[in-house]
């Protein structure tokens, strides 16, 4: 059956990765991110997969702007089957050297702007019998690292808001609401950061791909449930940070320090968090080899190895 789905954060990382798995399996696709050309861009993309997409470009983080995107998706596909809202901005820094401005708009975005999505759809889904809301989590919303503090803060948050209204919607049986919980994922959203850190951050290994998070999103699409962890090790910190909290807090600051942050300085700035940065977005963030480009490396050897015999004998 053919759904249409909406998904926010479409321009990059894990959102776009979505958007081509929802595409290839031929569903409707509504893309909303910030940054128009990119969003035209991914539109060209799931077009090409064979997909009917509208794109609209929207600041989850506006007023009214949500609301607006679920108006647009009715009036050209009537009505909405699914909705994944993965769009999030991240800040590195200690607490109090973080602007209170960028604090807050982490918190609007990751948060707030997630509970508003959910309002929108949760709303048009009571109206319309059903339908499936999967809203992005992370391991960080199970246990916590330093320097991270409003992505952190917005993660806990939105499990505690996934868990109720996962409660609330137990009388319908139509309306289903997921959580998808990845531990560190090959995307942007690391050089996109605002950063008060001084050290550009990365992803701690293991390092999934945005492919791999996409296809567990489409499979809750197709079988609800509650939270789907993506990440080897998320179990393992859960109960690390769980059941030896001590242990725990001497270890993350060095580990942090070590696998979560480059060596790379970087002045202070305000990353992607008000403004989008086009040239930044992309399904890979970089963080792990790419295979394809790799593959096609090696299929072209033997011509590049000929032509090198080839010049040696002239
Ligand atoms: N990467 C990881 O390791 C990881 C791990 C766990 C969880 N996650 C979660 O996965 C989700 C996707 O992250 P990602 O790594 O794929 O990040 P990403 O590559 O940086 O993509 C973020 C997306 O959100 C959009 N966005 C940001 N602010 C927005 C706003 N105000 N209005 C509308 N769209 C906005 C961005 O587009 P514009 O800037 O054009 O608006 C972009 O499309 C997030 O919820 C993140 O917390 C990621």
Redesign the pocket.
């Known amino acids: 059956m053919t759904r249409t789905v909406v998904i926010?954060?479409?321009?990059?990382?894990?959102?776009?990765a979505t958007a081509g798995a929802f595409a290839a399996r031929g569903d409707r696709l509504v893309l909303?991110?910030?940054?128009p050309t990119?969003l035209a861009e991914v539109r060209e993309e799931c077009r090409a997969a064979g997909a009917e997409v509208l794109d609209v470009p929207?600041?989850?983080?506006g007023d009214g702007e949500l609301a607006k995107l679920a108006d647009a998706a009715i009036e050209r596909f009537g009505g909405i089957d699914v909705w994944v809202h993965?769009?999030?901005?991240m800040a590195y820094g200690r607490f109090e050297e973080i602007p209170e401005r960028v604090f807050e708009h982490v918190v609007r975005?990751?948060l707030l702007?997630s509970a508003a999505a959910a309002r929108v759809a949760l709303r048009h889904f009571r109206a319309t019998g059903g339908g499936t809301l999967i809203l992005?989590?992370?391991?960080?919303g199970h246990i916590t690292a330093p320097y991270m503090s409003g992505?952190v803060a917005s993660?806990w948050g939105l499990q505690g808001l996934a868990r109720s209204l996962q409660q609330e919607a137990r009388d319908t049986s139509g309306i289903h609401i997921s959580i998808v919980?990845?531990?560190?994922?090959d995307?942007?959203?690391y050089q996109?950061a605002a950063n008060y850190l001084g050290r550009i951050g990365r992803?701690p290994l293991p390092i999934t791909t945005?492919q791999r998070v996409a296809r567990a999103v489409v499979d809750c699409a197709d079988r609800p449930r509650r939270e789907v962890s993506v990440g080897r090790l998320n179990m393992v910190m859960r109960i690390g940070f769980t059941v030896l909290p001590g242990v725990y807090d001497v270890l993350v600051g060095p580990l942090m320090r070590l696998a979560g942050l480059t060596g790379r300085p970087v002045a202070p700035h305000d990353g992607?968090v008000f403004t989008?940065?086009?040239a930044g977005?992309a399904v890979r963030?970089g963080w792990l080899p790419d295979l394809g480009q790799l593959v096609r490396a090696v299929g072209e050897l033997p011509g590049s190895v000929g032509t090198a015999v080839r010049r040696r004998l002239r």
């Open positions: 926010t954060g479409a321009t990059s990382g894990i959102g776009r909303a991110a910030r940054s990119t929207t600041d989850v983080t993965t769009a999030a901005v975005t990751d702007a992005t989590g992370s391991v960080l992505y993660k919980s990845p531990g560190s994922v995307t942007p959203v996109q992803p945005s992607v989008p940065n086009p977005e963030g």
